[in-house]
């Protein structure tokens, strides 16, 4: 796959950055550490075009640099799902505006509070937007993050950026569309929220499911396979036939796609938690390579084999020592 494809993949910030970090930098990365990729990110961020896709009756697709994005044209304005990063967000509210047929802004939703989806709140929010995200995740927005797998400090947002309606519920009634949200115990970080369009039967998971690759669990955020799986099977609960489900990263995705990931995951799992019943290390986990037969498939993403085993046994260790 060259850089032109790996850019229309739909892997958003998830390939452009493997294919920067990993296929062609000049120096050798450790197959195990995703750290370094970190710093080669930004660059690449600026390259990346934004796209987007109508889904019927008012819904549209925003993919590029960040994660994916929902915009939903409803009777007093836009509802935005997640914001993307923060060296595009002008772009990215131009391409919000441009779907959106002049409306105005009205409301913003974080899935969570990572960089690449809540790093464009502040250009949001001065355009208008009220932001709505879970307390936890007000919470990691206001205070000085530090990443421990990806070694990365993020500094505290501005007040503008922040969230100033939170909770674990809502329920959003937008002309003839019903938005239902609903938080998730620690998964991806621990200020997930699942939104849900009921109307137009689609689900944005935001980084609860990335579609094809390895995904993301945030560990310093209180992340865990354990609670990844647990939001899969939640979902997968309200999905049919015709859902369509957006994903964190990756392109629109099916309940099968996500029902396959599960599956991924819970045998990552179960390979895993015995590794460290037994007193197994991190780095005697990664060498016992318990993903080798799952990374043709899912490995095309930011995560090796080896990153994402290090990233889900750091996970298990902090879980198993904060005895949750």
């Known amino acids: 796959m060259n850089r032109r494809e790996w850019m229309q993949s739909g892997l958003g910030l998830a390939g452009a950055a493997l294919v920067t970090g990993r296929i062609w930098a000049d120096e050798p990365t450790d197959d195990s550490d995703p750290a370094p990729l970190i710093a080669k990110i930004g660059p690449m961020m600026e390259k990346i075009p934004i796209e987007a896709a109508d889904l019927g009756n008012g819904l549209h697709l925003i993919q590029g640099p960040g994660g994916n994005i929902a915009v939903f044209n409803g009777p007093d304005g836009l509802t935005v799902v997640d914001s993307g990063v923060p060296m595009r967000a002008k772009d990215i509210l131009d391409a919000v505006k441009k779907v959106g047929g002049g409306k105005p802004l009205a409301r913003l939703i974080n899935t969570h509070w990572h960089f690449d989806h809540a790093g464009g709140n502040e250009v949001f929010a001065q355009a208008g937007a009220t932001i709505i995200a879970t307390a936890n995740t007000r919470k990691r927005l206001s205070t000085e993050q530090y990443t421990e797998v990806f070694k990365m ?23 003839n569309e019903e938005v239902h949200l609903a938080s998730v115990p620690p998964a991806h970080t621990d200020g997930d929220l699942i939104v849900h369009f009921k109307g137009q039967d689609v689900i944005h998971t935001g980084d609860l499911f990335s579609h094809g690759i390895y995904p993301n669990i945030d560990a310093s955020s209180d992340g865990w396979i354990g609670g990844m799986i647990a939001a899969a099977d939640r979902i997968l609960k309200h999905t049919g036939p015709k859902t369509r489900i957006i994903p964190g990263h990756g392109p629109l995705a099916t309940p099968s796609d996500l029902a396959a990931a599960r599956k991924m995951l819970q045998t990552v799992y179960d390979r895993l938690a015995p590794m460290l019943d037994a007193g197994k290390t991190t780095e005697q986990a990664i060498a016992a390579k318990p993903t080798a037969d799952l990374d043709a498939a899912w490995g095309k993403g930011f995560f090796t084999g080896g990153m994402f085993t290090r990233v889900v046994y750091e996970g298990l260790k902090r879980r198993r020592a904060g005895g949750k």
Not at 159 to 173: D, S, W
């Open 153 to 175: 400090k993020s500094p505290p947002a501005p007040a503008i950026a922040l969230p100033v309606l939170t909770g674990e519920v809502f329920q959003l009634h937008l002309g």
